[in-house]
């Protein structure tokens, strides 16, 4: 499944520096993070969880 906008009615996050953002939503817990300026970021999932979130360190998703 591709990326799909999310209408703004339903979820309100600032914002400020207008830098992109990763935003999950996994077993009724709900989380964003900025993305780094440059690298890879890895999303794990297992059991239709998301289990792991990889930030070129490593970082659990719980």
Known sequence: MR????????IDIENAGKEPIVFLLSDGV???APLPP?????????????????????????
Do not use: C, M, R
């Open 3 to 10: 990326l799909q906008d999310i209408p703004s009615k339903i």
């Open 30 to 32: 709900a989380k964003y």
């Open 38 to 62: 440059h690298g890879e970021t890895k999303i794990v999932t297992h059991d239709n969880k998301v289990t792991h979130v990889s930030f070129n360190e490593g970082e659990l998703f719980k």
